[in-house]
């Protein structure tokens, strides 16, 4: 406020002294005036009491000349006439209160004397004491009106808009760059405002830019780091996986044998038979160390590597009757749900099983009451992730993907876990039930067919896994 109070003191000092100047030049001008019409006065009155004296001088003499101009009584005491001899007018003092005025009179060609007229000032005075008191009190009245009328239009234009220029400066300042700055006048400080505005603006747009590259920055330093760490482990991996396998091919040969042998006692044929069952789960956890530490994209050419037209119903109904037992024992029920005319994505069948597979396993895992696993297939318009292959867009201006939803019914994902779900080796799962590789291996195969998988989940209302698979080869690279 402190610019509006100057502004507001300068125009009333301004003004004031406006006034006053005019004042003074119209006093001035007033009293010459004044003074002027007094002297055109004295000056028609002189020469016709000249002219009059002259004649009567002339016809009656002196005494009844100088009589008659003695005789004479102005109408206002501030007027006097007054008869002086003499060739020469005498020098005499000019009273700064009256306005004196000699008059020569001349009979018969022969200078007689003068007819003096003199007048008091008094009224001149009083004249410009009560112009002079008027003009101040005008002066007072105006230089307080404007004084009032500029201190309301200086705070609603010029001091409310500077605070709260001042505020969004200092806002601005301390990191709070929300809230743009609305001044409905259209001067220099509304453009001001608008520049500010425009200035947060991009101070937000860096500001986010900046937060995005540092976090971006941090994940690929932590994702060099995590891929350095599972690059050791896959080596590791692999090297127990060769070890590992000619034993367990061994001791499931031989259990294989002892569970096949009739002579055998039905205790240790049951024996044998969990024997194999154990062993062929050690060789797909085996399997699986293998596929991750071979990386994606460097397996073997073969069928694994083969994608043709899949239909995703016949995958999907082959899933369920796999997983059905291990769903009884669950109390759930495996729903396949999928529209007519599905369409057929270019992918390897076998792969996508095992995605499949391994999706509604752990959504039967995460079961903890009775319910349903559901199984849906459908088809979706939608961009993808800004790291997936750019789509090949339809007809209809948005690409086109084969879905599959897999979504149970338990107790659902914590929101601090979601995003490491995909990494190897990690599980929530209770100990013997897995090994941290399934959802990396899918997600590993999702990717390598052009498409991503997406995860919803709310805690004790289930979680929903979905599967983008692109329907043109020409997606795939």
């Not at 044929?269 to 154990?278: D, H, K, L, T, V």
């Not at 993907?401 to 107790?411: F, H, N, P, R, T």
């Not at 390598?448 to 795939?476: K, M, Q």
Request: with cysteine.
């Amino acid at each position: 406020m402190k610019l509006a109070r100057k502004l507001i003191l300068s125009m009333v000092i301004g003004l004031t002294v406006l006034l006053s100047a005019n004042t003074y030049y119209i006093m001035r001008r007033e009293l010459g005036l004044f003074d002027q019409d007094m002297e055109q006065d004295h000056a028609v009155l002189g020469q016709v009491l000249g002219n009059a004296v002259a004649t009567l001088w002339a016809t009656h003499g002196r005494e009844q000349a100088i009589k008659v101009v003695a005789s004479i009584r102005p109408p206002s005491q501030m007027l006097r006439v007054q008869w002086l001899d003499g060739d020469l007018l005498q020098p005499h003092v000019q009273m700064q209160d009256f306005l004196h005025t000699d008059t020569p009179v001349s009979v018969g060609g022969v200078h007689r004397g003068f007819i003096e007229i003199s007048e008091s000032r008094q009224f001149e005075r009083t004249y410009a004491r009560s112009t002079l008191i008027r003009s101040i009190i005008l002066t007072l009245i105006a230089a307080a009106g404007a004084g009032a009328l500029s201190t309301f239009l200086g705070i609603w234009l010029v001091g409310k808009p500077i605070d709260k220029l001042v505020d969004k400066a200092r806002r601005t300042g301390s990191g709070d760059i929300g809230n743009p700055l609305v001044l409905p006048q259209r001067d220099e400080l509304g453009v001001l405002a608008t520049e500010m505005n425009a200035m947060c603006l991009r101070l937000a747009e860096t500001r986010y830019a900046l937060n995005a590259e540092t976090e971006e920055r941090l994940r690929a330093v932590d994702q060099l780091r995590h891929a350095d760490r599972l690059a050791t482990v896959g080596k590791l991996a692999s090297g127990i996986a060769h070890e590992l396998g000619t034993p367990l091919g061994v001791a499931l040969m031989r259990a294989n044998m002892i569970a096949s042998n009739e002579t055998s006692s039905r205790d240790a044929r049951e024996a044998a038979r969990i024997i194999g069952e154990q062993i062929d789960r050690i060789t797909h956890i085996v399997r699986q160390l293998l596929d991750f530490a071979r990386g994606r994209g460097t397996s073997a050419p073969g069928p694994q590597q083969r994608r043709e037209p899949t239909n995703l119903l016949v995958l999907a109904q082959r899933s369920a009757a796999m997983l059905q037992p291990l769903a009884v024992k669950r109390q759930l029920l495996i729903e396949v749900v999928h529209k007519e005319g599905l369409p057929e994505p270019p992918a390897n069948a076998e792969q996508i099983q095992q995605v499949l597979v391994n999706l509604a396993v752990n959504a039967i895992h995460a079961s903890e009451r009775p319910g349903k696993v559901t199984i849906a297939l459908g088809i979706a318009e939608t961009l993808p992730p800004a790291d997936v292959t750019p789509p090949v867009f339809g007809e209809r201006g948005q690409p086109q993907y084969a879905v599959i939803s897999v979504k149970d019914e338990g107790v659902g994902i914590a929101p601090e876990i979601l995003p490491r779900i995909f990494e190897p080796f990690f599980t929530t799962k209770h100990v013997g039930e897995g090994t941290g590789l399934g959802l990396s291996v899918a997600y590993g195969i999702v990717r390598e067919h052009g498409g991503w998988i997406e995860v919803t989940s709310e805690r004790n209302r289930g979680s929903c896994f979905s599967v983008y698979l692109p329907l043109d080869f020409a997606e795939l690279v």
